[in-house]
């Protein structure tokens, strides 16, 4: 089955610096690359998707890349703030339905 | 409220107690997720139905687990025999499949379970 590995599981930056999440992935057959957030006591919610027929997406201060031949793809937020602090989860799907999750990066952003 | 709802929020249970939990979705989305998730993990997938009927079980899911989604509406994840190992988060997420590529899974608050 799909394997999904996510580093660094802990990560502090200073307000304002970028902040970079990696995963790879093992199915090659995957082709759907979501990003959630999860807040301390909240469900997780999707902040930004990609497709295996793209490379790049961005959404104002977020941007997600994929490599579709290395298996692996990033999260990159810019600008960071003390709100971006919670846990991120990236996940890989080949099947259309079950998302594979990482364990997750807990984020702590410093003022 | 519109967003998906699970209940109840919180369960405690002794061992090899039986638990049934209530899942509500997006009224117009036609895909229902379960998932588990333990502290420190990734949400872990379990089981997904197209409207009523199940279409996939994952190896986690063990012969004590059974979901039901009777109307193709809510779902109702049942645990029996309970083990301190089921002890977790349990997730329901919706979706709405339109038969093109995005599929976003919205998430519930969850049932956060502890057997004791």
């Known amino acids: 089955g799909e394997n999904v590995e996510q580093h660094p599981s802990t990560l502090s930056v200073q307000e304002g610096d970028s902040a970079v999440i990696k995963c790879t992935y093992s199915?090659?057959?995957?082709?759907?690359f979501p990003w959630y957030k999860q807040e301390l006591g909240k469900r997780p919610q999707l902040i930004i998707d990609?497709?295996?027929?793209?490379g790049e997406k961005k959404d104002q201060r977020i941007a997600v890349t994929l490599n579709k031949t290395a298996k692996h793809f990033s999260l990159h937020i810019t600008e960071t703030q003390p709100e971006d602090s919670a846990v991120y989860f990236c996940?890989?799907?080949?099947?259309?339905?079950?998302?594979?999750f990482g364990k997750g990066t807990s984020l702590l952003v410093t003022p | 409220d519109t967003g998906v709802s699970q209940d109840p929020r919180h369960k405690i249970t002794k061992r090899g107690q039986n638990v049934t939990f209530r899942c509500d979705p997006i009224?117009?989305?036609?895909?229902l997720y379960w998932y588990r998730q333990t502290l420190g993990q990734g949400p872990e997938f379990l089981t997904y139905f197209q409207n009523e009927a199940q279409l996939e079980k994952s190896r986690l899911l063990s012969d004590r687990f059974s979901a039901e989604r009777p109307k193709g509406s809510f779902s109702t994840l049942e645990i029996q025999r309970t083990e301190q190992g089921d002890s977790a988060m349990y997730l329901c997420?919706?979706?709405?499949?339109?038969?093109?590529?995005?599929?976003?899974?919205?998430f519930g608050p969850g049932t956060r379970l502890t057997v004791l």
């Open positions: 990609i497709r295996s027929n793209v």
């Open positions: 009224s117009e989305h036609n895909r």
């Open positions: 199915d090659s057959a995957s082709n759907y």
């Open positions: 996940a890989a799907s080949s099947s259309g339905y079950a998302l594979n």
């Open positions: 997420a919706s979706s709405l499949a339109r038969g093109g590529f995005r599929d976003e899974q919205f």
